[in-house]
């Protein structure tokens, strides 16, 4: 079995849902608090062992590069000023990490970004972070995955449990038990943003799947569906009729950074936690809701 070392993160979605601000700046590059949400992916994917990443993006998104770049100027200032700390803060991530850059020419979806990666990955396995999802967990799910993989040696999907409303955005599995408390089943089909006749489960892909390279094939061979576009969904459920996938009910509390309203979420709840200003805030959020 071979080890996982790549990574890929798709980032080349419009953001629509986070409109007007998206037009002008990615929202993979949105704060939370005072980091990018782009860095919270890939400090994940760096703590599970992850050495190579793929950011596929598009258009207008140079600013991703530019984060995980060195930034000569920031770094002569802070050295003249003493500030050793920070300075090799900010190199500590892009020298930790081999990053590269692709764009998807084209909006084909999800399945079409991840077949752009296939010079990238060869033949190996590989984890994939949705750029919209940042998710806070003991244990990097991304981590959890891979040993999940390395138990049953299939691909593996993240999931969670999602409300009747949410499943028919998401997708819905079709399951049955591995190991219930560990939280592993074996899928048998899935369908993307079901109709509620077609809802199987109320499990739900969220932002992580694990990926053998068998799934190139399938996505090359994977007409457009829902939005008329190439939904990596459909091509995973063929992989887990082929194949095998395994579904992981992972530990971690996911946030959906497309929305307002998941972003909204991060920033307060990573707020309460950060080093710096956790303390003060805590003490102004007591304050403030008791004005609600």
């Not at 138990?151 to 399951?175: D, F, H, M, N, W």
Request: aromatic share 8%; glycine share 8%.
């Amino acid at each position: 079995m071979k080890k996982i070392t790549k990574a890929v993160i798709p980032a080349a979605g419009l953001g629509t849902r986070m409109l007007p601000i998206a037009r002008t700046v990615p929202k993979e590059v949105l704060p939370i608090v005072d980091r990018p949400v782009m860095e919270y992916l890939v400090q994940e994917a760096v703590d599970a062992g992850i050495t190579d990443i793929l950011i596929i993006t598009n258009r207008g998104k140079g600013a991703i590069e530019d984060y995980f770049d060195f930034s000569p100027e920031y770094e002569t200032a802070l050295l003249k000023k003493g500030k050793e700390d920070i300075y090799n803060e900010i190199r500590e991530l892009p020298k930790s990490v081999n990053i590269q850059f692709i764009r998807q020419k084209e909006a084909k979806g999800l399945g079409h970004a991840v077949n752009c990666a296939r010079a990238f990955i060869g033949d190996e396995p590989f984890v994939v972070l949705y750029g919209d999802d940042v998710i806070n967990a003991k244990t990097p799910v991304c981590r959890q995955m891979i040993d999940t993989y390395e138990k049953y040696g299939k691909a593996v999907a993240g999931v969670k449990r999602v409300t009747p409303e949410q499943i028919l955005k998401y997708c819905s599995l079709g399951v049955t038990p591995l190991d219930e408390e560990k939280g592993e089943y074996d899928i048998y089909d899935m369908v993307e943003k079901p109709k509620p006749e077609e809802v199987l489960s109320n499990l739900s892909i969220l932002g992580r799947v694990l990926l053998t390279p068998e799934i190139f094939d399938i996505l090359d061979n994977t007409a457009p569906g829902a939005g008329n576009e190439i939904q990596l969904t459909d091509a995973m459920r063929t992989l887990a009729k082929t194949k095998g996938m395994t579904a992981l009910e992972f530990e971690g509390k996911r946030y959906d950074m497309g929305s307002k309203l998941g972003f909204l979420m991060a920033n307060c709840e990573y707020a309460i936690n950060h080093d710096e200003v956790g303390e003060d805030f805590k003490a102004y959020l007591k304050e403030f809701v008791k004005t609600l």
